[in-house]
């Protein structure tokens, strides 16, 4: 049945459908009279003696708020809460009864009771003020508590519909919530995440990547995560891209860019670029050292058997290159029939190391070639050029290399070239004695005299 209500309404009180649900007529009647006087609410209240007439009720009224006595005649103690929920599972319940102790507050709290009133409160002076206030505030806080699990459960939908790995974590690191999409990408189990620590950064303005271990291979993840509120506390929704086949791709497109795609050996800028960072340690002589391997009548090659013969002749050649020299050289190919190396000190001892080296890689490089069952005829040449400790230019280094020729006195074999600095005198020398003798020889030698003129007479004053 609804009670009238005489007090007008006030711009100041909430408007409230309330559903009061107790077989005790005189405590009916108090909770009515609280109601009327508080100057907060203003309540359209229904009383209904017992569950099963509250229920029949609710089909035509929906309510903000439930007031609810404990012991009814259909149904008693904790039960007459788990029945109320039933009945109106989307409705804050309020108890208000004369049979509670701080356990079974404690019980009811845990079945979803919004909040407890005694009823000895109803006859204090400022009872109609307690439970206006009790009702807003359960009111709200179910409002919120709806609203909250709405969007926990909107977020969760996207979480399970996304492709993409998506979890929501803590300010503290700790994962609240993931998909499944995370666990399979992270490689957890589903469900071991929620608990966990995320171990990478998460409070981060701009996407980043990360390489995860996936098998015996590694997968790129790009991160990005932005701030959020979950539960009413600040957190993270963090997303995973697979970015696996795009990181390949580009580094796919790098490799090409800055190798040689026959050999797989660097080219010719980064080559220079990383001798550059070994000659920024030299300090002396004889501390690093260019092996230049130039693969002779390559052309020849080329037309008489193919270029895919040549193309495989350049492959073993690489091969056998760098399989003769030590670790922690620098390798590249600066040009067509070209290989190169970098090789400091402290990776083939002294000067007379380096050139036993040298050797053994020549005569490695000598060895027939085989290809498609048949010998494919190739001359080698390998030439050293020592950093003297003045050079600063990786270029200039690389071109004495290319300068480089056999020793004068027969003492390496055939096909190792040492450069050497040129001494301007020794090598002109002999041209300038071979041209004046023939020219004495000729008579082509004639005498020439320049006289020696006063400026202010113009006579001639010496030869």
């Not at 993270?236 to 026959?262: C, G, N």
């Not at 056998?320 to 083939?348: E, K, M, T």
């Not at 090598?427 to 023939?438: H, N, W």
Request: hydrophobic letters at 40%.
């Amino acid at each position: 049945m609804r009670l009238p209500q005489r007090n007008a309404n006030k711009s100041s009180q909430a408007v409230m459908n309330v559903m009061l649900v107790d077989d005790n007529e005189s405590d009916a009647a108090l909770i009515e009279a609280t109601l009327k006087a508080s100057e907060r609410i203003k309540a359209e209240l229904v009383v209904a003696g017992s569950l099963t007439e509250a229920a029949e009720a609710s089909q035509n009224e929906l309510f903000d708020v439930i007031i609810c006595d404990l012991n009814l005649p259909d149904v008693s103690g904790p039960d007459t809460v788990r029945r109320a929920k039933g009945v109106f599972p989307a409705v804050p319940l309020v108890v208000v009864s004369g049979a509670l102790d701080h356990e079974m507050e404690s019980h009811l709290f845990g079945l979803g009771v919004q909040d407890c009133l005694s009823k000895t409160l109803l006859s204090s002076p400022v009872a109609s003020d307690i439970l206006a206030r009790v009702l807003i505030a359960a009111r709200d806080h179910h409002a919120l508590e709806f609203f909250q699990t709405q969007t926990l459960q909107s977020l969760n939908n996207v979480l399970e519909a996304s492709n993409d790995g998506m979890l929501v974590v803590h300010r503290t690191g700790e994962v609240a919530a993931a998909s499944t999409g995370a666990s399979e990408l992270l490689s957890v189990a589903d469900g071991e995440l929620e608990g966990s620590t995320f171990k990478y950064a998460i409070n981060t303005r701009e996407p980043y990547e990360v390489r995860v271990p996936d098998g015996g291979a590694q997968q790129v993840l790009t991160v990005v995560s932005t701030p959020i509120s979950w539960l009413g506390q600040p957190a993270f929704l963090v997303a995973l891209h697979d970015t696996t086949e795009q990181a390949m791709r580009e580094e796919r497109l790098l490799f090409e860019a800055t190798h040689d795609l026959d050999t797989g050996l660097v080219s010719r800028v980064q080559f220079l670029d990383r001798l550059s960072d070994l000659m920024a340690g030299v300090k002396g002589r004889h501390e690093l050292a260019v092996l230049l391997v130039q693969l002779e009548h390559l052309d020849s090659v080329n037309r008489s058997f193919g270029h895919r013969v040549g193309d495989g002749l350049v492959k073993v050649m690489a091969s056998r290159f760098v399989g003769a020299l030590p670790g922690g050289c620098a390798v590249g190919r600066p040009g067509v029939g070209q290989f190169a190396a970098a090789v400091p000190s402290d990776r083939c001892g002294n000067p007379a190391d380096l050139m036993k080296l040298a050797e053994r890689t020549l005569e490695t490089l000598s060895s027939p070639v085989v290809i498609n069952d048949e010998e494919v005829p190739c001359t080698v040449t390998l030439s050293v050029a020592w950093h003297d400790g003045r050079c600063g230019d990786p270029r200039e280094l690389l071109e004495r290399a290319e300068m480089a020729t056999a020793p004068r006195d027969g003492s390496s074999p055939d096909g190792l070239c040492i450069y050497e600095p040129p001494r301007l005198a020794e090598k002109l020398l002999p041209e300038i004695r071979r041209d004046l003798g023939a020219a004495i020889a000729e008579g082509d030698l004639t005498v020439a005299y320049q006289p020696i003129l006063d400026a202010t007479t113009g006579n001639a004053v010496g030869l």
